[in-house]
T-cell receptor, first 109, second 113 residues
């Protein structure tokens, strides 16, 4: 099945700094989804990208799908303490999703 | 609307005991998934059902694990006998037949002593 590598594993930022996490694959992906998991919580769906070069925005979050559909990124502008959590990318066709290892974001005041 | 419901939220048991985790998917969703999350292995898909039928159980670690979905509104994941290495958070998720979005339950934190 499709596999995705996610970097970095951890990121500490000061509040107000930007943050980016990357998701990479050696094979072409049919789609990419992003989830956020707050500490002690469960994964919550953020967005899905399916088109080559697609860019979507949700307030301070910008999601990109690479032209070759082998990578994706999530960028947060001016982080806030509410952004704390682990961000996962996931990919798959039909029912079966394969999750990346996640990037744990900590935001310090 | 009620989301995915899981019970219990926390379970502490001793090695060798039987553990049963329960899940109620979102009404109208016809796919149900069981995941396990650990620090070492991340989020792993154990098994999923379509219309109450198990489709892929290749992620089930061994014969000690079994899952059932007797109807569209209920599923169980059973571990018998449990071992300390089964300690993890177990999530249930569901989705409709359309978009790929999966909706996760709050999880069951299992500790096997």
């Amino acid at each position: 099945g499709q596999q995705v590598m996610q970097i970095p594993q951890y990121q500490h930022v000061q509040e107000g700094e930007d943050f980016t996490t990357y998701c990479n694959s050696s094979t072409t992906l049919s789609n990419i989804q992003w989830y956020k998991q707050r500490p002690g919580g469960h994964p919550v769906f953020l967005i899905q990208l399916v088109k080559s070069g697609e860019v979507k925005k949700q307030k301070r979050l910008t999601f990109q799908f690479g032209e070759a559909k082998k990578n994706s990124s999530l960028h947060i502008t001016a982080t806030q303490t509410t952004d704390v959590g682990t961000y996962f990318c996931a990919t798959g066709g039909g029912n079966k999703l394969t999750f990346g290892t996640g990037t744990q974001l900590k935001v310090e005041l | 609307d009620a989301g995915v419901i899981q019970s219990p939220r926390h379970e502490v048991t001793e090695m060798g005991q039987e553990v049963t985790l329960r899940c109620k998917p979102i009404s109208g969703h016809n796919s149900l998934f069981w995941y396990r999350q650990t620090m070492m292995r991340g989020l792993e898909l154990l098994i999923y059902f379509n219309n109450n039928v198990p489709i892929d159980d290749s992620g089930m670690p061994e014969d000690r694990f079994s899952a059932k979905m007797p109807n569209a509104s209920f599923s169980t994941l059973k571990i018998q006998p449990s071992e300390p290495r089964d300690s993890a958070v177990y999530f249930c998720a569901s989705r409709t037949g359309g978009p790929d979005t999966q909706y996760f339950g709050p999880g069951t934190r299992l500790t096997v002593l």
